[in-house]
């Protein structure tokens, strides 16, 4: 079982820069792989990066590749975001998830963040 907290949301304005933190609790972060997802009002929950439990491999949405990166210290048990040249529509609720493998698929991850809002103006 995996904890994560998710933190560093805010308001920014477009061509702007935020990072956002995931920090974990529990055994189990340090095999699993960790994903970002986020959840615009009224839309799904989709796919934003991943990494794998070592760090060695990456995975990202067409919509944020070249502006996000998807890093992770095993040590300090954290996963972050780095995410540059936002866009309005980067605007959403921004979830960290732990689970098995990589997957661009919400139901292959077992535990979830509370989420943090970013929105970006324009």
């Known amino acids: 079982q995996v904890q994560l907290v998710e933190s560093g949301g805010g308001l920014v304005q477009a061509g702007g820069s935020l990072r956002l933190s995931c920090a974990a609790s529990?055994?189990?972060?340090?095999?699993?792989?960790l994903g970002w997802f986020r959840q615009a009002p009224g839309k799904e929950r989709e796919f934003v990066a991943a990494?794998?439990?070592?760090?060695?491999?990456?995975d990202y949405a067409d919509s944020v590749k070249g502006r996000f990166t998807v890093s992770r210290d095993n040590v300090k048990n954290e996963v972050f975001l780095q995410m540059n040249s936002l866009k309005p529509e980067d605007t959403a609720v921004y979830y960290c998830?732990?689970?098995?493998?990589?997957?661009?698929?919400?139901?292959?991850?077992?535990?979830w963040g509370q989420g943090t809002q970013v929105t970006v103006s324009s």
């Open positions: 998830a732990a689970g098995a493998r990589i997957s661009y698929d919400v139901n292959n991850y077992r535990n």
């Open positions: 529990g055994r189990a972060f340090k095999t699993n792989a």
């Open positions: 990494i794998n439990w070592s760090g060695t491999t990456t």
